[in-house]
């Protein structure tokens, strides 16, 4: 079975670090490219941000830029997220997600597979 | 940045069709999937690359796209849909999402 599951979500006060995880099975995960989107309460859906399948190529939502890093080790079928310099705003759900994408002359993205979220709580 | 526009929210009768829109800046030159979210879930792909359906998805589910409009149809829809549905593309190295669409099966 196609799974992730994310990890590391906590009650942090604002200015604080936090590593998020995703734990993938059931595919070949070096095979995909991999996204973390969030959610926070009661809104919408936020792209946060993308890797590539090795790792190579990394895209940032402009709200993250700078405070938050994408990482991945294929050895583990693992998924990073680090996020610091915390604030209020970024209170939400961060979910990670399988994706398909190609930027070629007609690109795509989308996100096939998704885990059940992680809680990120900021607040003093 | 890029913005897409989606109707805050839609209602049908069971049985009946529900179409929801998602409209930005020649759109239609790009592809778009659309993701189902039900309360306290995780979202759902449901159509990806305008019109296309992932396996295990019903065919009630379709999917358009032209000009500056994408659209998403639930064709005999059950109260099971009920559910908030996201518009998403690809723009300029950035992922963009629809503000959401919530469908309600009256």
């Known amino acids: 079975e196609v799974q992730l599951v994310e990890s590391g979500g906590d009650l942090v006060q604002p200015g604080a670090s936090l590593r998020l995880s995703c734990a993938a099975t059931?595919?070949?995960?070096?095979?995909?490219?991999m996204s973390w989107v969030r959610q926070a309460p009661g809104k919408g859906l936020e792209w946060v941000s993308t890797i590539s399948d090795r790792g190579g190529t990394t895209f940032f939502a402009d709200s993250v830029k700078g405070r938050f890093t994408i990482a991945r080790d294929n050895s583990k079928s693992t998924l990073y997220l680090q996020v610091s310099s915390l604030r209020a705003e970024d209170t939400a759900v961060f979910f990670c997600a399988r994706t398909d994408l190609w930027f070629g002359e007609n690109h795509y993205f989308h996100m096939d597979v998704w885990g059940k979220g992680t809680t990120v709580t900021v607040s003093s | 940045s890029y913005d897409l526009t989606q109707p805050p929210s839609v209602s049908v009768s069971p049985g009946q069709t529900a179409s929801i829109t998602c409209s930005g800046d020649?759109?239609?030159?790009?592809?778009v999937c659309w993701y189902q979210q039900r309360p306290g879930q995780s979202p759902l792909l449901v159509i990806y690359q305008d019109n296309k359906r992932p396996s295990g998805i019903p065919e009630r589910f379709s999917g358009s796209n032209s000009g500056n409009t994408a659209s998403l149809t639930i064709s005999g829809t059950q109260a099971l849909d009920e559910a908030d549905y996201y518009c998403?593309?690809?723009?300029?190295?950035?992922?963009?999402f629809g503000p959401g669409t919530k469908v309600t099966v009256l």
């Open positions: 059931g595919f070949t995960f070096s095979s995909y490219a």
């Open positions: 020649n759109l239609g030159h790009k592809y």
């Open positions: 998403q593309a690809w723009d300029s190295d950035t992922v963009v």
